[in-house]
């Protein structure tokens, strides 16, 4: 069985249930993200039989978007999880769950949740995450913060101090494959590796000794991930993306899987930085390359770019005076004047270690912005922000009782009901 299916094993129970606890990760929605929602909310339902709650992992991208997730399709695809059995950003409606006082919101891979769902924020009972705390909650909230290289290796923690047998062979293989493509195979020279991740995939193997070996899995995962082939400027750039805004400026910063160079010599760049950064209020953006050597270590690179001076003079700035820790930064040849680029000495400094970097920038004085640069947000999440979602065409979301439909079927293994208000029943 699918962990989404594990979610809401017993159909009667489901339909009789007026409450709806989402688990959730990040607006990147990487495979960390995924998995950790996945895995986390099936643990919930499996413990929690006391609650009126229906578990829901939701991946927080709208469905158009998954296509760019390729090591994450990789994986369930492998697993033989159907994308039809996901719950998406777009085909919930959370705000509408809240004002109903039917939502419990569990934040995994992630803590801050973005303006323009700041209403959530009385939801949220518990987070996982794996980076250090911004704010503080209230004391009702349960936190487990703690830094290590992989969201889901707390999940597995949590999971494996759980009840004997609640941990199966297929949550197991997911959460064995996202930690050793968060963590680079536990290679040091990653940076990202820490004792407990080790410890965790150890454990899974221990316990599940037909998973894959790691570097085949990895090697897999790893080529599904940097595969941007057929992508657009566009794709690439919101594939893996970051934003940060205070009131008067935001900023974007893009995970690029490719050499520098080659995206900076990309046809109509320009273009699409500029046409990109427009659309989602940005005044400037980091692209952070990363590629791999012959030896397989991970080699970083950056571009900044911005059309205003002020503001990427000040982005320069902070990223070149860093020092905790030093990017160790050393300029190379740009081919435009509005982008300065450099090679990162420092390899360890993954982009969540650039992220607190860039955000000093938000609170630096750069003088008056004319009308035409206002960089206020979208009113929708930035990385939800695209053509295709429903949200910026008007289709409402699902429904509380649609959700307790939709899931229902998923439990008893029939196909999903369409997402379309009116549609019939398949």
Same mark, same amino acid.
């Given at each position: 069985?699918?962990?989404?299916?594990?979610?809401?094993?017993?159909?009667?129970?489901?339909?009789?249930?007026?409450?709806?606890?989402?688990?959730?990760?990040?607006?990147?929605?990487?495979?960390?993200?995924?998995?950790?929602? @996945?895995?986390?909310?099936?643990?919930?339902?499996?413990?929690?039989?006391?609650?009126?709650?229906?578990?829901?992992?939701?991946?927080?991208?709208?469905?158009?978007?998954?296509?760019?997730?390729?090591?994450?399709?990789?994986?369930?695809?492998?697993?033989?999880?159907?994308?039809?059995?996901?719950?998406?950003?777009?085909?919930?409606?959370?705000?509408?769950?809240?004002?109903?006082?039917?939502?419990?919101?569990?934040?995994?891979?992630?803590?801050?949740?973005?303006?323009?769902?700041?209403?959530?924020?009385?939801?949220?009972?518990?987070?996982?995450?794996?980076?250090?705390?911004?704010?503080?909650?209230?004391?009702?909230?349960?936190?487990?913060?703690?830094?290590?290289?992989?969201?889901?290796?707390?999940?597995?923690?949590?999971?494996?101090?759980?009840?004997?047998?609640?941990?199966?062979?297929?949550?197991?293989?997911?959460?064995?494959?996202?930690?050793?493509?968060?963590?680079?195979?536990?290679?040091?020279?990653?940076?990202?590796?820490?004792?407990?991740?080790?410890?965790?995939?150890?454990?899974?193997?221990?316990?599940?000794?037909?998973?894959?070996?790691?570097?085949?899995?990895?090697?897999?995962?790893?080529?599904?991930?940097?595969?941007?082939?057929?992508?657009?400027?566009?794709?690439?750039?919101?594939?893996? @993306?970051?934003?940060?805004?205070?009131?008067?400026?935001?900023?974007?910063?893009?995970?690029?899987?490719?050499?520098?160079?080659?995206?900076?010599?990309?046809?109509?760049?320009?273009?699409?930085?500029?046409?990109?950064?427009?659309?989602?209020?940005?005044?400037?953006?980091?692209?952070?390359?990363?590629?791999?050597?012959?030896?397989?270590?991970?080699?970083?690179?950056?571009?900044?770019?911005?059309?205003?001076?002020?503001?990427?003079?000040?982005?320069?700035?902070?990223?070149?005076?860093?020092?905790?820790?030093?990017?160790? @930064?050393?300029?190379?040849?740009?081919?435009?004047?509005?982008?300065?680029?450099?090679?990162?000495?420092?390899?360890?400094?993954?982009?969540?270690?650039?992220?607190?970097?860039?955000?000093?920038?938000?609170?630096?004085?750069?003088?008056?912005?004319?009308?035409?640069?206002?960089?206020?947000?979208?009113?929708?999440?930035?990385?939800?922000?695209?053509?295709?979602?429903?949200?910026?065409?008007?289709?409402?979301?699902?429904?509380?009782?649609?959700?307790?439909?939709?899931?229902?079927?998923?439990?008893?293994?029939?196909?999903?009901?369409?997402?379309?208000?009116?549609?019939?029943?398949?």
């Amino acid at each position: 069985m699918l962990p989404v299916l594990h979610v809401c094993s017993d159909n009667e129970h489901i339909q009789r249930q007026q409450e709806v606890h989402v688990v959730m990760g990040n607006e990147a929605c990487d495979l960390d993200s995924t998995v950790s929602a @996945l895995a986390l909310a099936y643990f919930l339902a499996k413990t929690s039989p006391t609650s009126k709650a229906a578990f829901v992992p939701v991946l927080n991208i709208p469905r158009s978007d998954f296509a760019l997730r390729m090591e994450t399709a990789a994986l369930l695809r492998q697993q033989r999880i159907p994308d039809a059995s996901l719950i998406f950003r777009d085909e919930i409606d959370l705000a509408g769950l809240h004002q109903a006082g039917l939502l419990s919101l569990t934040l995994v891979d992630h803590h801050v949740l973005p303006r323009a769902d700041a209403a959530l924020e009385e939801a949220v009972v518990e987070v996982l995450d794996h980076r250090p705390l911004e704010r503080d909650r209230a004391p009702r909230c349960r936190i487990t913060a703690e830094l290590v290289g992989s969201c889901a290796t707390l999940v597995t923690e949590r999971i494996a101090q759980g009840p004997p047998g609640v941990l199966d062979g297929l949550t197991a293989a997911l959460l064995h494959g996202t930690i050793l493509l968060d963590c680079v195979n536990l290679s040091p020279a990653g940076g990202k590796v820490t004792p407990r991740d080790t410890a965790c995939v150890t454990l899974l193997e221990s316990r599940f000794p037909e998973l894959p070996a790691r570097d085949v899995i990895f090697k897999a995962l790893q080529a599904a991930k940097f595969d941007v082939s057929g992508l657009t400027t566009e794709q690439m750039l919101r594939k893996d @993306l970051k934003a940060l805004s205070s009131d008067e400026l935001a900023l974007g910063i893009s995970g690029i899987y490719m050499d520098l160079e080659v995206f900076l010599r990309r046809p109509g760049l320009l273009q699409d930085l500029e046409a990109f950064c427009q659309a989602r209020g940005f005044a400037g953006l980091v692209a952070m390359t990363v590629s791999f050597n012959e030896r397989s270590e991970p080699f970083r690179q950056l571009a900044v770019y911005s059309q205003r001076e002020a503001v990427r003079s000040a982005m320069c700035r902070v990223l070149e005076e860093a020092t905790t820790p030093s990017l160790n @930064l050393q300029a190379l040849p740009s081919p435009w004047p509005c982008i300065n680029a450099y090679t990162q000495g420092n390899t360890l400094a993954s982009r969540k270690k650039v992220l607190p970097i860039l955000r000093t920038v938000l609170g630096t004085p750069l003088g008056p912005t004319a009308p035409e640069e206002d960089v206020a947000l979208p009113p929708t999440p930035v990385n939800s922000l695209v053509d295709e979602c429903p949200l910026a065409q008007a289709v409402p979301p699902l429904c509380p009782q649609a959700v307790f439909e939709r899931v229902s079927r998923i439990a008893a293994g029939q196909p999903p009901a369409s997402l379309a208000p009116g549609s019939p029943p398949k």
